[in-house]
């Protein structure tokens, strides 16, 4: 199947509410544009760089997703250029995108990262720091948290069920609350292999890269 058809066909099976993320790191601008043509709309990248080149060659109607970690020297630009950061996961670089956003009279929509299985290689912020997290985003006047993000350990089907329904339910109730600056509106769960997994735990946004365009190759992530 081409990069379209698998697009279209993804995009008939998940309920209408949920956005499909094509996650188009490492891929040509040319696949890019197939998925484009047939549709898609809302793309991921993990690298500022990266991004910032395939945003200078993708229709302008497209909404850019930043999925991976962000450095705080590479907020100034991305500014105005991003849909929604996915990965807000520290007070620093929370700072950091309200004074780069407020500098330019932007908004920045954000969802937080949480490192929901505790693990030293991932980024997310921790479960029990997202209150300060949360306390400071109340402070803020150019950042909108819009819900929740998380990449979750390797697994099998029970296991990631059970990681995504701790997400949900971290979702669910802060909804509870009525904090400045902060909505649970979407909750960003599930790649390739366990998408499916991640809609029947609630998710509302997917980010499929090999499902849509196949297998990854490193080596070619330069020749853009
Ligand atoms: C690469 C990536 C994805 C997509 O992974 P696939 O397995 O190709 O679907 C999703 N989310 C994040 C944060 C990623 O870095």
Redesign the pocket.
């Known amino acids: 199947m081409s990069i379209g058809e698998v697009y279209n066909k993804i995009k008939n099976e998940i309920p209408e509410n949920v956005t499909l993320i094509c ?1 188009s ?1 490492t891929r040509q601008i040319s696949e890019i544009k197939e998925a484009y043509e047939s549709g898609a709309r809302d793309f ?1 990248e ?1 690298k500022v760089q990266e991004f910032l080149e395939k945003y200078d060659n993708i229709e302008k109607d497209s909404r850019w997703h930043f ?2 970690h962000l450095q705080t020297n590479k907020v100034k630009y991305i500014v105005g250029k991003v849909h929604l950061i ?1 990965s807000l996961d520290s007070i620093h670089l929370l700072k950091e995108i309200e004074k780069r956003y407020a500098s330019k009279n932007e908004i920045a929509n954000v969802l937080i990262q949480i490192n929901i299985g505790k693990e030293a290689t991932k980024t997310g912020i921790a479960v029990d720091e997202m209150d300060d997290l949360i306390n400071a985003c109340e402070e803020c006047n150019n950042v909108k948290v819009r819900g929740l993000m998380a ?1 979750i350990p390797i697994g099998d089907d029970e296991s990631s069920s059970k990681y995504f329904a701790k997400m949900k339910a971290i979702f669910d109730n802060l909804k509870n609350y009525k904090y400045k600056n902060i909505s649970m509106e979407f909750l960003s769960l599930g ?3 366990d998408f499916s997994i991640a809609l029947e735990n609630g998710a509302n946004m997917i ?5 849509i365009f196949g297998k ?1 190759d490193y080596k070619k992530q330069e020749v853009i």
Do not use: C, D, P, Q
């Not at 980010?207 to 499902?211: D, F, I, P, Y």
């Open positions: 996650v790191k991921g993990n999925i991976g996915h990449t790649m390739s292999k980010r499929l890269g090999e499902k990854r």
